[in-house]
């Protein structure tokens, strides 16, 4: 590892991107539906976080769970949505286009990109990498379309099944288009995965799971999970995180 060690926490509200803020994390990826992967955050939370938070602030655009090949009526909302959150302050798109097929949309891709640089702002193409079918030649494609950065796991559910390979295309592409890896980042593997696949950003959601005393009647439920109604920044975790990326970039 070669830089200082950036974390980029995954928020999902304003509260999340204030904890994110104090406990001294470097970049935030602003969504909504969490639990569904990350949806577009609606645009009053990015006014209401731009208000109060100074760090980068990346907006996903993503309309639904599920895949990323998209409908026509998607690509509507999805291009708005990503013009009316440049236009308010988010400081890049984290986006996904698929071919039915699996391969990189590269006419949409290259249309957000577009959109997003003449905001002057950072194209980031999410884990739908993950989910493409030849992760090398979509890297490629990426580097070729100007993608400035990719959100990923290495192809794997989690980056730490990946580690090896990672490392290689981080070494062969790293001067080419930014890594941020993410899932399965905890405050308790960052190290290992910094010093293991040489990538200095990682991108973790750090979260712990609260109650609300209306999510639940005697047959009734809108609880997100087992563990608990909802999940938050864990101020923490996240902290510990820091701590250590700190205690990482001093090192080197």
């Not at 798109?93 to 006419?107: E, K, R, S, V, Y």
């Not at 009734?220 to 970039?249: C, N, T, W």
Request: net charge negative; aromatic share 8%; charged share 25%.
């Amino acid at each position: 590892m070669k830089n200082n060690l950036l974390i980029e926490v995954c928020a999902g509200s304003l509260k999340d991107c204030l904890i994110a803020q104090e406990q001294g994390a470097d970049r935030i990826e602003l969504n909504s539906g969490l639990f569904l992967g990350g949806l577009t955050p609606s645009l009053g939370t990015l006014i209401a976080v731009k208000q109060e938070v100074e760090i980068p602030i990346i907006c996903m655009v993503r309309p639904r769970g599920g895949g990323f090949h998209y409908h026509d009526e998607d690509l509507a909302v999805i291009f708005k949505d990503a013009e009316l959150l440049l236009e308010n302050g988010a400081d890049g798109i984290a986006f996904g286009f698929l071919t039915a097929d699996g391969q990189i949309d590269q006419d949409l891709t290259e249309r957000m990109i577009q959109l997003c640089h003449s905001y002057g702002k950072e194209a980031v193409f999410h884990r739908a990498l993950d989910c493409s079918q030849d992760y090398q030649s979509s890297l490629e494609t990426l580097i070729r379309l100007h993608c400035d950065r990719v959100l990923t796991s290495g192809g794997y559910a989690k980056v730490s099944e990946g580690i090896p390979e990672i490392a290689e295309y981080h070494q062969r592409y790293g001067d080419q288009i930014e890594f941020c890896l993410g899932s399965g980042i905890t405050d308790e593997n960052i190290e290992e995965i910094a010093e293991k696949t040489g990538v200095p950003q990682l991108h973790g959601s750090f979260k712990k799971w609260e109650q609300d005393p209306t999510t639940s009647s005697h047959t009734i439920s809108f609880a997100y999970s087992q563990q608990g109604d909802y999940d938050e920044v864990d101020p923490e975790r996240l902290a510990r995180a820091v701590a250590k990326a700190h205690r990482m970039s001093d090192q080197h």
